[in-house]
């Protein structure tokens, strides 16, 4: 089977947006109230998975995703603490309802209630209940909850500990994801996420997060950011560091996806990143719509590019299913309890 | 020829630092009178040279840098606009001895007097009396001057037009360099660089600045950041923003360097980046030290991975010569002169 382990709810339901809407409005005023939960039927819901994400699952080949709510719209900046909290909920609630209606199709990641200033182990609550009660697979871990003033710790610092404590008790991975940019100097898609990737490799490879947590794990998006083309650099301070070689201090903890949008860069994946390290991901529908027109296919087709790599099937099956197994053991136990 | 279009004097003469540490001592001690400019000998000098970077010039088989002051140590953040003139005045002045003693085997690129919150009109007079009086041939332009707080505006913004429209005067392209980063969440060389080169690229996609400047040319440094490994998405991403093919919207006026510290990312960088937009580069003795046990040869000898590549004559000459030659016509016209 195949699994896509970077997907958001991106075609979510309008009443969702209209809640949020409401929910941000009510910064303003303080008198109004905050609004109820959107109210989303079943049919809405699958209106708006089965013309999309799961039509394009189909139509590329792939079986299933891993799939968390829209990245850019978890703007953990708005707001409050109890703004983050009402709007992480009513997300992860739709992702929720979005794996029990396609379970054979979508596996559930929460995003966190996280706020700026505020302390980390506040998110636990919400991370249990999404995967204790809910069944997810996983979390999204944004490093810059300020939204492009990155006025938060080092992913390294203790301030994390917490939450990274809860995921190995729960033995769950966590993709770090940057939401939106209010910093005029980044583009959303264009860098603050590609930024975060890179930066996030880097604060590994000063730190010693893996030697505390050794069951902790990440993947980094979008192919690692920066960090596969600039491999010689990486590894180069992380010897001017005095720092282990890379395989050990951080590739054992740390994966990638495969959210590369051209043949080259994937090939350059590929070619650089251990196969074990890799997991096939589109973020389909995501940052990047609409087709290349060098290929006329969508630049987020991603296992397009893979395809064409010269992969023993054991590699492939590696990159498509069975690195996605390990490093989210809850799909793989919820896959085997499916007979499959 | 072969121009290498990215050093710095990292290793500058000790007397250098013990200005700069006075300088900063005084911050804090506002009865304290400034200190006076280093006294560094030509010997002194020569010998910083003649052992370091001129050495392995020779031993690599190169020709000559283009030279400008340790980036790293700009540090446009400590102190205000006096603080970074002073700084700026002995940093450029000691390049334009370098020249003065190597002709032959350095052109000189200035650091700029910017100042977080400071218009950058300020930083004109010190270009013109570097380009105009001392020789020099570009300058360095911090995109980040509050050192990884972001505090600036886009590089498209009309905030920079002023010293933009200088440098279209001058006929001198700039390199898109910060410095060091007071953000504990960026290590300077391996995230606050790379973000910094994405980030500028991304803000050129969204803007106009090339339209409006056609003359205009910059350099962005360590291989461009992350955008040749995700060229795609950057094709992507102009065309969800509706602007023109980066060909012809970017690509006239932006160029990279090959600072990329291996093999397949050196590959990667010829293989979707038109010849005409590389110049060599090593940053050599910069951010990277040491020997690739991978290699056995240094990481920063990017030249060994460019004669890797199969290049036509032509196209190797370009990248070693010509488009360094394009890009800064004034080192084009010093050569010329002297007959080279």
Same mark, same amino acid.
């Given at each position: 089977?195949?699994?896509?382990?970077?997907?958001?709810?991106?075609?979510?339901?309008?009443?969702?947006?209209?809640?949020?809407?409401?929910?941000?409005?009510?910064?303003?005023?303080?008198?109004?109230?905050?609004?109820?939960?959107?109210?989303?039927?079943?049919?809405?819901?699958?209106?708006?998975?089965?013309?999309?994400?799961?039509?394009?699952?189909?139509?590329?080949?792939?079986?299933?995703?891993?799939?968390?709510?829209?990245?850019?719209?978890?703007?953990?900046?708005?707001?409050?603490?109890?703004?983050?909290?009402?709007?992480?909920?009513?997300?992860?609630?739709?992702?929720?309802?979005?794996?029990?209606?396609?379970?054979?199709?979508?596996?559930?990641?929460?995003?966190?209630?996280?706020?700026?200033?505020?302390?980390?182990?506040?998110?636990?609550?919400?991370?249990?209940?999404?995967?204790?009660?809910?069944?997810?697979?996983?979390?999204?871990?944004? *490093?810059? @909850?300020?939204?492009?003033?990155?006025?938060?710790?080092?992913? =390294?610092?203790? %301030?994390?500990? !917490?939450?990274? +404590?809860?995921?190995?008790?729960?033995?769950?991975?966590?993709?770090?994801?940057?939401?939106?940019?209010?910093?005029?100097?980044?583009?959303?898609?264009?860098?603050?996420?590609?930024?975060?990737?890179?930066?996030?490799?880097?604060?590994?490879?000063?730190?010693?997060?893996?030697?505390?947590?050794?069951?902790?794990?990440?993947?980094?998006?979008?192919?690692?950011?920066?960090?596969?083309?600039?491999?010689?650099?990486?590894?180069?301070?992380?010897?001017?560091?005095?720092?282990? *070689?890379? @395989?050990?201090?951080?590739?054992?903890?740390?994966?990638?996806? =495969?959210?590369? %949008?051209?043949? !080259?860069?994937? +090939?350059?994946?590929?070619?650089?990143?251990?196969?074990?390290?890799?997991?096939?991901?589109?973020?389909?529908?995501?940052?990047?719509?609409?087709?290349?027109?060098?290929?006329?296919?969508?630049?987020?087709?991603?296992?397009?590019?893979?395809?064409?790599?010269?992969?023993?099937?054991?590699?492939?099956?590696?990159?498509?299913?069975?690195?996605?197994?390990?490093?989210?053991?809850?799909?793989?136990?919820?896959?085997?309890?499916?007979?499959?």
């Amino acid at each position: 089977m195949i699994i896509d382990c970077h997907g958001h709810y991106t075609t979510a339901p309008s009443p969702l947006q209209a809640f949020r809407d409401a929910q941000l409005a009510c910064l303003d005023d303080p008198g109004a109230s905050p609004p109820r939960p959107p109210e989303i039927s079943d049919d809405a819901i699958r209106e708006s998975i089965e013309s999309n994400q799961l039509r394009l699952l189909r139509e590329r080949g792939a079986d299933m995703t891993i799939f968390s709510p829209k990245a850019s719209a978890m703007a953990h900046h708005l707001g409050d603490e109890a703004t983050s909290k009402a709007w992480t909920h009513v997300c992860n609630d739709l992702i929720h309802r979005v794996v029990d209606l396609f379970p054979d199709h979508f596996a559930g990641v929460c995003q966190l209630p996280q706020s700026p200033g505020v302390p980390i182990k506040n998110s636990i609550e919400e991370l249990d209940r999404c995967v204790s009660e809910l069944g997810f697979v996983g979390c999204n871990l944004n *490093p810059d @909850p300020s939204g492009g003033h990155w006025t938060s710790m080092p992913l =390294t610092d203790k %301030y994390w500990y !917490p939450l990274y +404590e809860k995921m190995v008790e729960l033995d769950i991975p966590a993709m770090i994801h940057v939401s939106g940019s209010c910093n005029a100097n980044f583009h959303a898609t264009g860098a603050h996420y590609i930024n975060a990737d890179t930066t996030a490799f880097m604060q590994f490879i000063q730190g010693d997060l893996f030697r505390d947590l050794p069951g902790l794990r990440f993947v980094i998006p979008h192919g690692g950011g920066a960090v596969p083309y600039h491999w010689g650099r990486y590894r180069g301070l992380a010897g001017m560091l005095k720092r282990p *070689p890379l @395989p050990k201090h951080v590739m054992r903890n740390v994966f990638f996806d =495969t959210c590369v %949008y051209h043949q !080259p860069g994937i +090939e350059l994946l590929f070619k650089v990143i251990d196969i074990d390290n890799i997991l096939f991901g589109s973020e389909m529908i995501g940052a990047v719509r609409g087709n290349d027109p060098e290929t006329g296919f969508p630049y987020d087709d991603t296992k397009r590019y893979i395809d064409c790599l010269d992969l023993t099937e054991n590699d492939r099956r590696k990159v498509y299913e069975l690195n996605a197994r390990r490093v989210y053991p809850r799909l793989d136990a919820s896959l085997k309890a499916r007979g499959k």
